[in-house]
């Protein structure tokens, strides 16, 4: 059974940082892409970034790029979300969703789409505010 577990989330001021992290079990994490998405309360889930099984491609969203860094560690199962500068409309609910493709390789549209993810965790609330 495949598991995703989100962590690092809460309360921060604008311009803070956090650290978002999505271990998994249950399947052989390093031959799956990694995706992040949030929702925001009212809003529809949106795509934040994503990460190739093998860490070769990086993808953001327009709305986090280059605040955003996504990272992933094979070893210990676990996907990271690095957010910096972090605005009162990054607040949502992160999670994080495993591909559906074993070793496979897509372009951003691919991996903005929820229906390409197999596997999700429950979330991790993130507040920004004063």
């Known amino acids: 059974q495949v598991q995703l577990v989100e962590s690092g989330g809460g309360l921060v001021q604008p311009g803070g940082s956090l650290r978002l992290s999505c271990a998994a079990s249950?399947?052989?994490?390093?031959?799956?892409?990694m995706g992040w998405f949030r929702q925001a309360p009212g809003k529809e889930r949106e795509f934040v970034a994503a990460?190739?099984?093998?860490?070769?491609?990086?993808y953001y969203a327009d709305s986090i790029k280059g605040r955003f860094t996504i990272s992933r560690d094979n070893a210990k199962n676990t996907v990271y979300l690095q957010m910096n500068s972090l605005k009162p409309e990054d607040t949502a609910v992160y999670l994080c969703?495993?591909?559906?493709?074993?070793?496979?390789?897509?372009?951003?549209?691919?991996?903005?789409?929820?229906?390409?993810?197999?596997?999700w965790g429950q979330g991790t609330q993130v507040t920004v505010s004063s």
């Open positions: 969703a495993t591909d559906s493709r074993r070793f496979a390789y897509g372009r951003r549209d691919y991996y903005a789409k929820m229906e390409n993810y197999d596997y």
């Open positions: 249950g399947r052989t994490f390093s031959a799956y892409a």
């Open positions: 990460i190739t099984w093998d860490a070769g491609s990086i």
